[in-house]
């Protein structure tokens, strides 16, 4: 079989650099997707140097919002089927007021850095899934199962009912489509600027395991979805919280 192909959007940072990092050393060829270039380049670098497969890694600088720019990643593709998207990339945006103009504006951007990025690039790469064996899978937040977070967890809250629908589209042609939902993940630019000691301590109390997730672990279960051995798993959320959340 050829190399697997890979798609990691917000693959320069964070969680989906960890997941970008974890693929390319399980072998696969993987494009990573953001919107600076220069953080993206220097992901790409160290990916290829931890990992031994400097080539396996490219970058793609794309604003995954702007319908007009995903042509960036198709022509990066080249034809090539793609095995795994992961559809990493999001964000917390603050509101900036309580006019109903702001709460406007707070909503559609944070619908459109949650929800848009994920719905245009797999739109665009939906052809190009390897039929049968492709993964799509949905980096959502613990926030859209125990609210707190407003608008960022209505968006997020929204991957899940749409992984519904696209893993009852693709499932018949063998193309598995579930959600990882993480929990509180220190390391990443997520919380830059608005993180506390207090608001730290307290999101680790509230796990059962008493610390913070990392990337890795968020990576770990991604890599199992993104597997061959998960072929049988599909439309599901996998809660990767500590336990600050129980399954249901
Ligand atoms: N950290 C946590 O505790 C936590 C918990 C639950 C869920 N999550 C979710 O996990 C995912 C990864 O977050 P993280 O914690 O790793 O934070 P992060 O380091 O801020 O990663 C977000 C990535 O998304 C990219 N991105 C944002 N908007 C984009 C756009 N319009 N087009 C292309 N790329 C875009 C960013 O790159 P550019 O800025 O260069 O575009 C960045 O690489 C997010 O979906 C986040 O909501 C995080």
Redesign the pocket.
Known sequence: MDERLAVV????????AAVARTLVADGCSVLV????AE??AATAERIGSETGRPEAVRAVS????DPEQIGRVVEAVDGRPVDVLVN?????HSAQDDTLAGIAANWRATL???VL?AVLLTAALRPALRRPGGRVIL?????AQRGGGDAYSAA?AALHGWAYSLAAELGPEQITVNVV??????E????VGRMTPEGHAKRVAATLVGRA?T?DDIAESVRYLASPAASFVTAQILGVNGGSVLGR
């Open positions: 959007s917000g693959g320069g940072t964070g969680i989906g997707l953001g919107r600076r953080v993206l794309v604003d995954l919002t990493n990339a999001g964000g917390f459109d850095t949650n990025t980096i959502s937040s613990i926030a997020k939902s993480p929990g509180y993940v220190a990443t630019e997520f919380f997730g990337p």
